[in-house]
């Protein structure tokens, strides 16, 4: 089993910039695939980024192309996420996840950490 423990999150205003991380334990992370996901009130949980096992392979959600850039250390088993040009829209919780290969659903990550908020005023 992988645990996953996300942190970095606040309040923030729009335009201001602001970096996820999530440390993982129990085997080792670069065995996995790491992906971001989020989720607002009201809303279903929507793919944000994810990273391949070497780092070769990185895909966006369209909404956040351009703005949110993942990276991941696998000497330090964390993989981050760097939110410039944050706006209201971007308020959700965060979760971080890892599975075999590099998707865009949510069936595909194996596991998931609990979760971590971050909001955007206007």
């Known amino acids: 089993q992988v645990q996953l423990v996300e942190s970095g999150g606040g309040l923030v205003q729009a335009g201001d910039s602001l970096r996820l991380s999530c440390a993982a334990s129990g085997r080792t992370v670069s065995n996995y695939a790491m992906g971001w996901f989020r989720q607002a009130p009201g809303k279903e949980r929507e793919f944000v980024a994810a990273i391949s096992r070497s780092g070769a392979t990185i895909s966006y959600a369209d909404s956040v192309k351009g703005r949110f850039t993942i990276s991941r250390d696998n000497a330090k088993s964390t993989v981050d996420l760097q939110m410039n040009s944050l706006k209201p829209e971007d308020t959700a919780v965060y979760y971080c996840?890892?599975?075999?290969?590099?998707?865009?659903?949510?069936?595909?990550?194996?596991?998931w950490g609990r979760g971590t908020q971050v909001t955007v005023s206007s």
């Open positions: 996840a890892c599975g075999s290969s590099v998707s865009l659903t949510q069936d595909s990550y194996q596991y």
